[in-house]
């Protein structure tokens, strides 16, 4: 880090201190009236498991292959803007009863620190339960879940809809948690479309996906087959895969430790008029994988 202490306003000898602390050799990436920039990284091992404690060390930043100076780390705080999507369509009636189960223990692991939304997805999209804090209304509606009947899921329609949204709401912090199973999907709309929507609004979405999911030629089938490869690693998210719902308590106890154990990774860019047309984390170690997820733009502040 450059100084520009005044070696006058010294005395000799601390003069001569402060000359040798201030001329040390600055960063090789560091580079003057360099912005701020945050980002909110999951660092996992091997294991899938987070990993608490890291520090500057631990991470890699790069924009545009260009390395850049890492100037903190901390543990995210931040409050998170978290929807659940939930598939309560026909192809889900086995799966509910687990839904029932597993989603209001979920919610009581992340409320009230963080608002919640739960969103159906059964024929078209349908909030629920709007952004609250308030985890006993929360969980009352998770635990009268029902699948809707002669009815298909709207996956790919849920999360344009709810990125759009966010694009308005000053919030630091945002992630979908999608939970669907391998029933028909109804949509028209590509899966480029649905994760270019997710990347604007700087938003994490992680797919919780119940059945096998075999690819087909059908455009909903075959846009949402798309949408389970791209989408997470373009936003920063997760994929949890299981072939039956009776694990789906685990699974959501493994989603709300990523989700509580972030960090706030802030490093710096030079200023300039044209923002990097890509930004990359990597892990310095070997036995992490990291994943990252841009800061959202707050107005009013959070």
Known sequence: MRCTWPLAAFTPALALMAAFVCTAPAHPRAQAGAAEHTLYVSAVDKSGAPVEGLGQDAFIVKENGVRREILRVSKAVEPIDITILIDNSTAATDGVLYMRKAIPAFVQALSPANPITLVGLADRPTVLVKSTTDTKKLTKEAEGLFARPTTGATLLDGIYEISRGLETRDVPRAAIVAI???????????????????????????????????????????????????????????????????????????????????????????????????????????????????????????
């Open 180 to 302: 669907f199973t391998d029933g028909q999907e109804f949509t028209n709309r590509y899966s480029k479309d649905v994760i270019a929507e997710a990347v604007r609004a700087q938003t994490a979405v992680h797919l919780v996906t119940i059945g096998r999911f075999e690819h087909g030629e059908e455009q909903g089938i075959r846009e949402r087959s798309f949408l389970l490869t791209d989408a997470p690693p373009a936003t920063g998210g997760r994929v949890y895969t299981m072939l039956t719902a009776n694990g789906l308590s685990q699974t959501l106890e493994k989603v709300a430790r990523d989700l509580l154990s972030q960090y706030k990774v802030v490093y710096g860019r030079p200023q300039t008029t044209i923002p990097p047309s890509s930004v990359e984390v990597t892990a310095a170690r070997d036995d992490l994988s990291v994943r990252s997820t841009p800061a959202r733009t707050v107005k009013r502040g959070a």
